[in-house]
């Protein structure tokens, strides 16, 4: 039963006491979750999410250089230097096969960095959303859900995505005692589920996306179940 998963509107918004010996779901449609299924699906060996470039050059120095890429956007865009950005059309097969990515992103990686006490770390996103719902649905520990949101504020794409989980997870009615967090974004998918890709596509980081030009990231990152795998970290590293 997972009535008290609470869900958290950005990956500033919780204590690192909060996840602490828990099972996390860290969400981040737009895009570092969807980026990050789609790199160990096409064979990457695995992703270190780094929360800043500083942190990435150290973890490039301890590696062969023939072994790594480094990935990463800032404000959208790929970082100068590095060799990939943060668009999941980037991270194909021929590019990720056996490589150790080392992943920056504004928001995402520094989400999953910030939970590091926890006893479980899974990325979730709409391109795994049923089998991460089944992955915890399996688990004992209390669970929480962080939503990596935009500079600390709320994504409208990872609330939304929170709520589908939940909604797997709790049927069609969530408990009266569940967690605030929880109602809000259970509610919020219940309005908008038959229209999850135009709702995403009128969210503020969509435009933000499309005025880049990666509109087709967009419907992309709003597949539902696409890439079935769990990301975990284990010892710093993403792996599945
Ligand atoms: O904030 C993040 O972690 C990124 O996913 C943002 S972006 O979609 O690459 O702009």
């Not at 096409?42 to 072994?67: H, R, T, W, Y």
């Not at 490589?99 to 989400?111: E, M, P, Q, S, Y």
């Not at 597949?223 to 710093?236: A, H, S």
Request: charged fraction near 25%.
């Amino acid at each position: 039963m997972k009535e008290k998963t609470d869900v958290y509107i950005s990956g500033s918004s919780f204590t690192e006491d909060e996840v602490k010996n828990k099972t996390v779901i860290v969400i981040d449609v737009l895009r570092a979750g969807s980026s990050i299924l789609t790199a160990l699906n096409n064979g990457a060996k695995g992703i270190i999410p780094v929360s800043d470039m500083a942190e990435a050059s150290e973890m490039a120095q301890n590696l062969d250089s023939a072994s790594y890429l480094l990935c990463g956007e800032k404000n959208g865009i790929k970082i100068d230097g590095y060799h990939l950005g943060n668009s999941p059309f980037e991270y194909e097969e021929k590019t990720v096969k056996a490589k150790t990515l080392i992943l920056k992103t504004t928001n995402g990686t520094k989400a999953i960095d910030r939970c590091s006490g926890a006893e479980r770390v899974l990325i979730g996103s709409f391109l795994n959303l049923s089998k991460v719902a089944e992955e915890v649905s399996n688990d004992d520990n209390e669970m929480v859900i962080i939503c990596s949101g935009w500079r600390q504020r709320l994504s409208l794409e990872d609330m939304l995505c929170a709520g589908a989980i939940l909604h797997r997870l709790n049927g069609k009615k969530i408990p009266a005692d569940a967690p605030d967090g929880a109602k809000v974004a259970y509610s919020l998918y219940e309005k908008y589920a038959s229209s999850i890709l135009s709702t995403v596509r009128r969210s503020n980081h969509a435009a933000r996306l499309v005025s880049l030009g990666f509109e087709k990231d967009i419907d992309y990152c709003c597949e539902i179940d696409r890439i079935p795998i769990i990301p975990e970290l284990k010892d710093g590293m993403l792996k599945i």
